[in-house]
């Protein structure tokens, strides 16, 4: 009997691959496969070689194929969602010129800082492209490019973001999508195009950028032999633009024009995110004003040190995760990474309130409060971005979907429940960016829309864990310090303009 069609997601993001093999009939999961990757680099420095995602997406590929005992013929679409930002920069052959500048590299800071002062300040930039440039942005990783590496610029006859560069290498397509683009800096939310004078400002030529696609489930085209035979798939299975990792969540969940609007949404991964899809074009200097993949848009919040920032604690204290309990007097904000929100590149970790009295258990809790509070400080400005009062008791009590590697974790759910004083629904499909990459896919497949499909296959719907007294007061002690950490506190490389995003 012939077996009903497959689509996979693939979600290729900083710490490892994901390929989600998904019943394109009824959204049920059949197998996920998973490999990892490294990152490399010290001193702000954060890298990856691009041939590591490749390799990786082959193995995570080959790993479901044969756990879900799928025919490979079964397999009729892929789409690929990344880590947002990411250079990669390629040279004539398409191989990469050195490894991809991480969106969680801060050399890029002064750059970032250049280039807002060049366009006569933050508006310059969020009229356009809805965003401040940051370190994190790939424009300012193109100008770090440029100014520290010009010989490798100068070879350049491609840039990519990471989804970008697994696209073209499963279709020899050259394409992006415009939620991706949005975090480009080049990219205009405004005219839903590339902006000429922007990327004259960046000295950045139109030719050596892929071509945008309408939306994230736009079908490029179908897998080339090479990419056929390196995963073992067949040639006519079909490829979908894909997109950014934050913008499959959104799908993935229903979230967007053909879903629902306006619910927040928490990322626990290596970055914390907080973000919403919604209908305006958001341009404020306090968040990144992203598009979603389906016309919709996605002002968010992203933090450079969340799940890995604190399990690093938990490590240096030798205790289990979960090993923790709430920080009490002691005030941890474990900016290991530097920081984005609020922006402090040159930012280190920062404890304050020790006491005799203080214990492992709640230092280690002072660090989940730390990345939390970090956060979820945005979540006001998120709401406002939606055209709602954060204020109205109704807007008060509207769920927050938490996703990520640490909604797994009962101390992450625990503390951003006591944080938030928010009801928290967790989802039940738990690789949800993978189920939006599934649903572009499937959308590229037959032609329907990727966030209905999703809302049907019901990935974002989950138990929804009641609100819990909020704790205003270690919400207003981490606050205090978060204020007084200003970029003077950390040395050189700090950069003054509050904008963060
Ligand atoms: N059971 C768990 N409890 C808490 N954290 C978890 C758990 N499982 C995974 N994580 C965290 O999830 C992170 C990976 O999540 P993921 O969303 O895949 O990250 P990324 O997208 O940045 O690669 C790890 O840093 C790990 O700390
Ligand atoms: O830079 C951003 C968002 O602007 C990050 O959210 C990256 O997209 C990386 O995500 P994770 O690997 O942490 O999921």
Redesign the pocket.
């Known amino acids: 009997m012939p077996h009903s069609p497959v689509v996979i997601g693939v979600?290729s993001?900083?710490?490892?691959t994901?390929a989600l093999f998904v019943d394109a009939t009824d959204g049920r999961t059949l197998a996920v496969g998973r490999s990892p990757h490294r990152v490399d680099g010290s001193a702000g420095a954060r890298e990856t070689d691009p041939e590591q995602w490749w390799q990786a997406l082959r193995e995570a590929v080959a790993m479901g194929l044969k756990e879900s005992g799928v025919p490979a013929s079964a397999v009729t679409g892929i789409a690929v969602a990344a880590?947002q930002h990411g250079l990669v920069a390629l040279g004539r052959d398409r191989r990469p010129l050195r490894p991809a500048l991480l969106w969680n590299d801060t050399r890029s800071a002064a750059q970032a800082a250049a280039l807002v002062a060049a366009l006569g300040g933050p508006r310059a930039w969020t009229d356009p492209t809805g965003s401040v440039p940051v370190a994190a942005v790939t424009a300012a990783k193109w100008r770090w490019l440029c100014e520290n590496e010009p010989s490798t610029a100068a070879r350049c006859t491609a840039v990519r973001l990471p989804h970008d560069f697994l696209t073209e290498r499963l279709t020899g397509v050259a394409v992006t999508d415009p939620g991706d683009a949005s975090g480009t800096g080049w990219y205009s939310t405004a005219t839903a195009a590339y902006d000429p004078e922007l990327l004259q400002l960046l000295r950045l030529a139109p030719e050596l950028l892929p071509t945008v696609a309408p939306t994230g489930g736009t079908r490029v085209g179908t897998l080339t032999t090479g990419a056929a035979d390196a995963l073992g798939l067949p040639s006519t299975v079909v490829v979908a633009a894909g997109t950014g990792?934050n913008m499959s969540a959104a799908v993935g969940l229903g979230l967007g024009g053909a879903g629902l609007l306006d619910h927040p949404v928490l990322?626990?991964?290596?970055?914390g995110t907080v973000f919403a899809a919604t209908r305006a074009r958001p341009a404020t200097p306090a968040l990144s004003g992203f598009a979603a993949t389906d016309g919709s848009h996605l002002p968010l919040a992203c933090t450079l040190n969340?799940?890995?920032a604190?399990?690093r604690v938990a490590t240096l204290l030798g205790l289990d995760?979960?090993d923790a309990e709430p920080g009490g007097e002691a005030v941890l904000l474990p900016y290991l990474d530097g920081e984005r929100t609020p922006d402090l590149p040159a930012a280190s970790g920062l404890l304050t309130g020790l006491r005799h009295t203080t214990t492992p258990r709640q230092l280690l809790g002072a660090a989940y409060e730390g990345a939390a509070v970090t956060v979820l400080r945005a979540l006001d400005e998120v709401l406002r971005a939606c055209g709602l009062d954060p204020a109205s008791p109704a807007v008060a009590e509207r769920p927050l979907r938490l996703?990520?590697?640490?909604a797994?974790?009962?101390?992450?759910v625990e503390t951003v429940r006591r944080l938030s004083g928010r009801p928290v629904i967790l989802p039940t499909g738990t690789e949800v960016?993978a189920v939006g990459a599934a649903a572009l896919a499937a959308s590229a497949v037959l032609g329907t829309d990727p966030v209905a499909l999703a809302r049907a296959w019901g990935a974002g719907t989950g138990p929804e864990l009641p609100p819990l007294e909020r704790d205003l007061a270690t919400w207003e002690r981490v606050g205090s310090v978060i204020e007084s950490a200003t970029p003077a506190l950390f040395g050189p490389g700090g950069v003054t303009d509050p904008g963060s995003g």
């Open positions: 979600d993001s900083t710490q490892s994901k880590q990792d990322s626990l991964g290596t970055s969340c799940t890995l604190v399990d995760r979960d996703i990520g590697g640490g797994q974790g009962r101390s992450w960016v």
